[in-house]
T-cell receptor, first 118, second 113 residues
Framework: NAGVTQTPKFRVLKTGQSMTLLCAQD?????MYWYRQDPGMGLRLIHYSVGEGTTAKGEVPDGYNVSRLKKQNFLLGLESAAPSQTSVYFC?????????????????FGPGTRLLVL | AQKITQTQPGMFVQEKEAVTLDCTYDTSDQSYGLFWYKQPSSGEMIFLIYQGSYDEQNATEGRYSLNFQKARKSANLVISASQLGDSAMYFC??????????FGSGTRLLVRP
């Protein structure tokens, strides 16, 4: 099992350029997430998906779009990159263990993608 | 509003001693979970421990234990017998029934030899 992988590991963009970050997981998880981590701050949720074909906005969705065409892949797109999007991006996936009140949802993280927007 | 607060930006601990990292949370949900993650300098996020809101006993995982005080809305991480490899950023996170994971700002722990 590779777990959660992210492509690319590092990227430099010019303001206004577009790019797509790829997240892949081989654990058959239903739920996938994209976070960004900025200096001095914890991770903030950008978008998430609770299943193939579904996506939802997180805490900081503006400037990003996502797609979940296949269960194992979750794509994060930047249509017109801005310097404020310079950050480290983490993808995560999870499953639900247990039922009813006793739910445990452990999120497994990818290694991160460092994005610099000049 | 739901939020996680970690009030200690940085801490030192002597090798082999125990250390407590503080975490308080705010949510009106009855069903939720609390996680602690470790982020070493290499950048990856490593799951450490989980506590569910209905769990009656405090969670333990090896040298890690979670001091869960539901009424006070605190979920402190205790690391016993600190090792040099424990030096890292530690994040507390709150998971809600909406599947969103809300992170605190983190505590940087440095273990002194």
């Amino acid at each position: 099992n590779a777990g959660v992988t992210q492509t690319p590991k590092f990227r430099v963009l010019k303001t206004g350029q577009s790019m797509t970050l790829l997240c892949a997981q081989d654990m058959n998880h239903e739920y996938m997430y994209w976070y960004r981590q900025d200096p001095g701050m914890g991770l903030r949720l950008i978008h998430y998906s609770v299943g193939e074909g579904t996506t939802a906005k997180g805490e900081v969705p503006d400037g990003y779009n996502v797609s979940r065409l296949k269960k194992q892949n979750f794509l994060l797109g930047l249509e017109s990159a801005a310097p404020s999007q310079t950050s480290v991006y983490f993808c995560a996936s999870s499953y639900l263990a247990g039922t009813g009140r006793y739910l445990q949802e452990t999120q497994y993280f990818g290694p991160g993608t460092r994005l610099l927007v000049l | 509003a739901q939020k996680i607060t970690q009030t200690q930006p940085g801490m030192f601990v002597q090798e082999k001693e125990a250390v407590t990292l503080d975490c308080t949370y705010d949510t009106s949900d009855q069903s939720y979970g609390l996680f602690w993650y470790k982020q070493p300098s290499s950048g990856e996020m490593i799951f450490l421990i989980y506590q569910g809101s209905y769990d009656e006993q405090n969670a333990t995982e090896g040298r890690y234990s979670l001091n869960f005080q539901k009424a006070r809305k605190s979920a402190n991480l205790v690391i016993s017998a600190s090792q040099l490899g424990d030096s890292a950023m530690y994040f507390c996170a709150l998971i809600l029934s909406s599947y969103k994971l809300i992170f605190g700002s983190g505590t940087r722990l440095l273990v002194r030899p």
